[in-house]
């Protein structure tokens, strides 16, 4: 079955997440931007899995004491502090999943792309140092506009000369979690049951959930099709104007962000069935980028779901092209960014 819920897997009777468990498996995960509020929950989360042996937590400020917290948890993973670009690489040293929540978050008015200024400097040195430091991970970023600063990390593990695109994931979870929990509470739907691919980008009219792809199908009212849509696309937004300046989605992102962690890590250990919807390089559209249900394995990306954007609704198809353009130009931004650099 192609479901991707991280409650359904995680919660499965093989899968419970119990707190005291010997390590199932012993990989290492990298939290850049740990002590912000993505990370500190993320991390929280991160270290429930029984996946990981070593979890390391970098930022710039305020991470000791978010370590020395979750040491104390009594789950199998050993937590480590980093502080500071001079402990950049030993925190990433021997790494096997790096994820990027640092930056600015947005205030209520702004735009993902108005944070670009700051964030897109900030992913090009983290993802740098990534190069240098662990280029065989999975990286997940977080920071956004995701719709730009994926193509940064792109550029410059280019650069870098060890761009692998099987490996480098804009994490667009968020948006399918919220299209899963919006479409069950209309519909009337069992919740772990249902999931909605969610293809695009991650900003406004670049995400585009495909309602008439949702399992276990689901008929949707042409009304109800257009304020999904539109919930979903501004469900990000929400958050902001309800934390009125304290920032923006941090607790379902970190959740979101812990399902694709998850996801990524049984995707390593073997598991062969294991699918998600991300931001990644991609032949799916005439768009380098683009975001769509793949297959993960033990190498990345395994496989793409072209039958996903195939039977489009016409709302759907109109949808995807009147996104294009935006996700285009988003995606130009970041490259070029990238370029002037060097
Ligand atoms: P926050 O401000 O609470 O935390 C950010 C953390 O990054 C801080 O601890 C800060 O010290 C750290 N940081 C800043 N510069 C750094 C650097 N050079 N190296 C390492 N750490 C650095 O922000 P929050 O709410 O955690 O959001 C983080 C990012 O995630 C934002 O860009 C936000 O827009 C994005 N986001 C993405 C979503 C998605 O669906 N992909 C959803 C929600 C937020």
């Known amino acids: 079955a192609l479901r991707a819920s991280f409650a359904s897997k ?67 993973s050993q ?31 702004m735009t993902r792309d108005d944070l ?54 804009g994490v667009t979870t968020l948006d399918v979690v919220r299209a899963n929990t919006f479409v069950a509470q209309r519909k009337n739907l069992k919740l772990i049951d249902v999931d909605v691919p969610v293809v695009g980008g991650h900003a406004g009219i670049t995400i585009l959930p495909l309602l008439s792809k949702t399992k276990p199908s689901a008929s949707f009212t042409d009304q109800e099709i257009e304020e999904l849509t539109v919930r979903i696309q501004n469900a990000g ?36 069935d294991v699918y998600e919807c991300s931001f990644v390089q991609s032949d799916l559209t005439d768009l380098p980028f683009f975001a769509s249900r793949i297959k993960l394995g033990r190498k990345g990306v395994e496989a793409f779901i072209p039958s996903d954007l195939q039977g ?10 009147a996104l294009k353009p935006e996700l285009k130009a988003s995606i130009e931004k970041g490259i070029a960014f990238a370029q002037k650099q060097t």
């Not at 934390?243 to 049984?266: H, I, P, Q, W």
């Open 10 to 76: 995680a919660h499965s009777k093989d899968r419970t997440i119990r707190y005291n468990l010997q390590p199932q498996a012993s990989f290492r995960v990298a939290v850049l931007g740990a002590a912000g509020g993505i990370g500190q929950p993320l991390a929280l989360l991160i270290k429930m899995s029984p996946l990981v042996s070593d979890l390391h937590l970098y930022d710039i400020a305020n991470v000791k004491g978010v370590a020395a917290d979750l040491s104390h948890c009594n789950t199998p």
């Open 79 to 109: 937590v480590k502090d980093f502080t500071g670009a001079s402990e950049l690489a030993n925190c990433l040293k021997g790494v096997d999943v790096v994820v990027i929540p640092a930056g600015v978050p947005r205030k209520p008015g």
């Open 116 to 169: 670009f200024n700051i964030n897109a400097g900030i992913v090009r040195d983290l993802v740098s140092a990534v190069a240098d430091n662990c280029p065989g991970a999975f990286i997940h970023i977080i920071s956004n506009p995701v719709n730009s600063t994926v193509p940064i990390a792109a550029e410059v593990l280019k650069l870098k000369g060890v761009y692998d695109p099987k490996k480098l994931f």
């Open 237 to 272: 937004t929400e958050v902001v104007e309800a934390k009125a300046g304290a920032g923006s989605a941090t607790l379902s992102m970190a959740y979101a962000a812990a399902r694709f962690v998850e996801s990524s890590l049984r995707a390593l250990d073997g598991d062969g």
């Open 312 to 321: 489009l609704t016409e709302y759907e198809q109109k949808a995807l092209e």
